[in-house]
Nanobody, 122 residues
Framework: QVQLVESGGGLVQAGGSLRVSCVASGSIFSINAMGWYRQAPGKQRELVAGITSGGIRNYADSVKGRFTIPRDNAKNTVYLQMNSLKPEDTAVYYC????????????????WGRGTQVTVSS
């Protein structure tokens, strides 16, 4: 089993930046890929960004050029660096991990964090 714990959410003004973190623990050797999803009120959960064990990154079109997904293997931590934030980025952000398959497809997500709220004011 893998446990994921997010931190770093909060309230930020439009145009600002925020970084959220996800620390993985447990059977981390089994992790194939990690990523971030988000869910806004009344909307479906959607992929934001993913990174494979080999370092290949994928981003949703809506965040390309604004968000990045750095990681620190020594700390078992994946980050989501969010720049040029917009009110439409407001959502609960969930850390995700899987043991096989593409992290960009939700059906392959094996583990979820509890989520952290990000609110962007206009």
């Amino acid at each position: 089993q893998v446990q994921l714990v997010e931190s770093g959410g909060g309230l930020v003004q439009a145009g600002g930046s925020l970084r959220v973190s996800c620390v993985a623990s447990g059977s981390i050797f089994s992790i194939n890929a990690m990523g971030w999803y988000r869910q806004a009120p009344g909307k479906q959960r959607e992929l934001v960004a993913g990174i494979t064990s080999g370092g290949i990154r994928n981003y949703a079109d809506s965040v390309k050029g604004r968000f990045t997904i750095p990681r620190d293997n020594a700390k078992n931590t994946v980050y989501l660096q969010m720049n040029s934030l917009k009110p439409e980025d407001t959502a609960v952000y969930y850390c995700a991990a899987n043991e096989r398959g593409s992290i960009t497809t939700m059906k392959y997500v094996d583990y979820w964090g509890r989520g952290t709220q990000v609110t962007v004011s206009s």
